[in-house]
């Protein structure tokens, strides 16, 4: 896939002002005194004959120089990849060098694997054993799949909790992650609170650098219960705005700043070394290969977007607004090649479920009861020639079982998608399902279900819920079960798992049916002005 821009732009490393270890140097010479492996491990991006195994070395991960604490030299790191936990039947092995320049990320891509089977790995550096991952390879592309377990999260604030719902996910062990967005957030200590004080604080400031953003991901890796999801299953990740600044759209910064493009381009380049990316993926400049698909044999396939990097900048100075531009066809949220290449998807697909991965809300949400549609400017109500075509697109090539996938908003959604919005009786075409946060915005509360207000005016919404959480699915030939799950609380560690709602969607009915309603037990159900809590969730950033 082509990247829209080869600007060749060399990013800036800088220094932080925190560091953990008070005069702790990065030697230069000299076997590891530590374990460098404080990070864990990863996999991503399965195919049906391989996938991507990760890794960072940083015995001193939250230095502030952002390179963890490594000596500044090639470490060779030796990799296993087992069909059994205890790696007594070890299939692979080799050697991959971890460089400094890539701030000793490891990047495996392996191939030539038997597809639609689990296998573990580690990895080794010196006289330090990383701890084991479990991953997977998808199954044939020809092979009609009976089954996919898949979770879908977005929007980790570390200040604003505990990753509790990752660990949660993790015991459910799925055979599939996807991250949509905001999987780090890029604001300096104590300038993005929830009510009541943030449980946790950020190290260094707000993320400028290419040390500042590795040492970032650095800190959001030491959280055990992040570990321990990225060591289950292998994940597919695209990112949102807090990666690199809030809300920026592609050459265009949040606030006027003559250094973005340094910023963008040390944001990607932190963003490959710490995930699970193949090397299409690898910056160059201010450019990176992020939209791609993964196929799960014939039953599903996952188009994952960038509605970030091409997209024009948000209308009418951003938030919720009755705006001209937001109906402007010539505007696009994807850019003319992402746009293309999902619409050749669409006529090429044999799958029975085709799944769009992405970031902002996809389906209409008018906040306003009279004439005039106010709409929020970031998501796709305020690209709506972009929504429009790629929702014609997918019916014109008759995709059999269309579903969006999304996060960002920091509340569970499930909506229906229309054709044309103006008519609240038109026929559904697809389905959108959207996360909670992991953290981002606090412990939240729970609503009765179908109290939105919003859905008076708006009844595709069928339901909303703004406890912290995550999504999980099971996808079948015949359906594909959403389980709504929900934490009663982040801003201490251990809550338990809670399933709010279930809503199915079956083969070839466009459309939700709920057939679970639970709420949180002990809860109280908060039922004030939903829209404004919506709005003020949704807009309200340092």
């Not at 038109?426 to 109290?451: K, Q, Y």
């Not at 809503?503 to 949180?520: M, Y």
Request: aromatic share 10%; glycine share 8%.
């Amino acid at each position: 896939m082509p990247i829209s821009r080869r600007t060749l732009l060399t990013s800036a490393a800088g220094a932080a002002t925190v560091i953990p270890l008070a005069g702790a140097v990065t030697p230069s010479r000299g076997p590891l005194r530590a374990d460098p492996f404080t990070l864990g491990v990863a996999s991503g991006d399965p195919a049906p004959d391989g996938f991507v195994l990760w890794t960072r070395l940083a015995p001193t991960p939250l230095a502030e120089d952002g390179l963890g604490g490594m000596p500044y030299r090639t470490v060779p790191v030796t990799w296993e990849l087992a069909a059994d936990e205890r790696f007594r039947k070890v299939v692979r092995r080799g050697v991959v060098h971890a460089r400094p320049d890539r701030a000793h990320s490891v990047h495996v891509e392996l191939d030539g694997l038997a597809p639609g089977r689990e296998f573990f790995y580690r990895f080794r550096a010196e006289r330090w054993i990383s701890p084991v991952g479990r991953t997977r390879t998808a199954p044939p592309r020809w092979a009609r799949e009976a089954a996919l377990a898949m979770t879908f999260v977005s929007c980790s604030q570390f200040e604003h909790g505990y990753f509790t719902a990752y660990r949660r996910l993790a015991e459910d062990a799925p055979d599939l992650i996807l991250h949509l967005g905001d999987y780090q957030y890029e604001y300096a200590p104590d300038t993005y609170n929830i009510p009541g004080g943030n449980p946790r604080d950020h190290e260094g400031p707000e993320t400028v650098t290419l040390a500042n953003y590795r040492q970032r991901h650095a800190q959001y890796k030491t959280d055990l219960d992040l570990q321990a999801a990225h060591a289950v299953a292998p994940w597919a990740v695209v990112w949102d705005d807090h990666e690199t600044e809030n809300n920026w759209a592609d050459e265009v910064p949040e606030q006027p700043d003559p250094n973005f493009l340094a910023r963008r381009a040390a944001a990607f380049q932190a963003y490959y070394e710490n995930m699970p990316l193949r090397r299409t993926s690898v910056p160059t400049g201010v450019d990176m290969q992020l939209y791609r698909r993964l196929h799960w044999g014939r039953l599903a396939t996952f188009h994952m977007l960038d509605t970030r990097q091409y997209r024009d900048d948000q209308g009418c100075g951003d938030g919720y607004k009755d705006c001209p531009a937001a109906s402007d066809p010539a505007r696009s949220i994807t850019g003319t090649e992402q746009e293309r290449w999902l619409l050749d998807g669409f006529r090429r697909s044999t799958a029975r479920w085709d799944v769009l991965g992405q970031q902002v809300f996809f389906g209409q949400r008018d906040n306003n009861s009279g004439p005039q549609k106010v709409l929020s400017m970031d998501s796709w109500d305020g690209y709506q020639g972009s929504r429009d075509r790629i929702t014609r697109g997918w019916v014109d090539a008759g995709v059999r079982n269309p579903v969006v996938l999304t996060g960002d908003v920091h509340a569970h959604w499930a909506d229906e998608l229309k054709l044309d919005w103006n008519d609240p009786t038109s026929r559904t075409v697809g389905t959108e399902l959207v996360c909670s946060s992991i953290t981002s915005g606090g412990n939240g509360a729970d609503v009765p279900s179908g109290n939105h207000s919003w859905a008076a005016w708006n009844p595709h919404l069928r339901f909303y819920n703004n406890q912290r959480g995550y999504v999980r699915t099971r996808i079948t030939g015949d359906s594909l079960t959403a389980d709504f799950v929900v934490l009663p609380y982040v801003t201490t560690p251990g809550a338990a798992a809670h399933t709010r709602a279930t809503f199915v969607i079956e083969d070839r009915v466009p459309g939700l049916h709920q057939i679970a309603d639970n709420p949180t037990p002990g809860a109280t159900l908060r039922s004030a002005d939903l829209g404004a809590e919506t709005v003020r969730q949704e807009t309200e950033r340092p």
